[in-house]
């Protein structure tokens, strides 16, 4: 399709579609003779990626870049992929926000161990922003006990038992690695939200016992 | 103390104290003849406040006097703190994203529903922010299967179930109402951190089996 018809499908104005190829997170077109460069349903699919992360994820230009970098790269396992579209993904969550102090990485070793979670966890991008988590709780006033760090690992594995399970049930892989990365970002906002209805819930359910 | 010692104390610069006072985040100090203004407990205990929902939860300043009202109305039973802090929080996550189609609002009110959630559930602000993520999911190509979204349904009501049992075993009610709003921001943050550590457990176990 030329590009007017791009923008009617995607909704994109032109000058962003442009602005993203110079940037590089959409391929350019074809050139087919003259003035008529062509795109095709992979730049329509492209686009509506980038929206979700932008508009959802609200990832920066420069962080989506290297999301789409991730899943761009061919071949690459499954476990690497998630990790560098995490390591993409975190820059948002922890950027402006001091290093996490070492008794709160402590803490949250010793729940990846309490919780018997694999080694490499360890080593996971996502061990930083809960520390530095900890340490704001920390500055605010507030000691979170274990109990409170277990209940929330708990439901961290459920939560990635799902996500697990979704991308296993996609046959290709450039779709499982694609979910993967969506899922990511849009799974935090859909946790958000559930999180919120559910404190209403228990909030109401302990207002009556 | 003078505000020079609550620089010291807060590590807020008094240029920074001086802005907040002007927004209406912080009271003023008080004036004790002369240039002399003097500073409390309960202006720096604000300060670490203030910091912990600018550098961990993201919140713009005009989100933080929201909160703070909602803090600082006395009396409030507890579940309408948490709703009007849920709500100006829901600022953050929901800013330039379009309304929620009303088949995702419908798929969140059925998840509401096969939970056995308190009816008031279908009046939460996160409704619209899971509604929205559910949304997203299907702009970028991905059908939630009702698994999907009872997975993460399970981990929320685990998440709220910490933080009611955190916010349960507190005596003074400002003290609880204090908890619920750092905690429904920095909650955020531990969740997604220790989200990614269980995605990489989950999928070295997977790979693994």
Redo the contacts between chains.
Sequence with gaps: VIISELVDRSGTPAATIKFYVREGLLPAGERVGGNRTEYTEAHE?RL??I??ML??GKLSIGSIGQVLAALDRPDAP??DT??VA?RAL?RR?AS???EPSARALDR?DAL?DR?G??A??HD???????????D??A????E??D???D????????????????V?GLADPSDMA??MV???V??????????????????????LS
């Design positions: 699919h509506r990626l929206r979700a508009e959802v499954i476990a998630f990790e995490q975190a969550a402006d926000v001091s949250i990846i919780a979670w694999a490499g966890c996971n991008v996502g061990r930083g922003i809960a520390a530095q988590a900890v704001a709780f500055n605010a006033g507030y979170l006990p109990s409170y760090l209940g929330y690992a708990d439901a961290a594995v459920r939560v990635a038992t799902a996500d697990l399970t979704a296993g694609e979910l969506v899922g990511t849009l799974g935090d906002t859909l946790s958000l939200g559930l999180r919120r209805i559910a404190q209403a819930h228990v909030t109401s359910e302990r207002l």
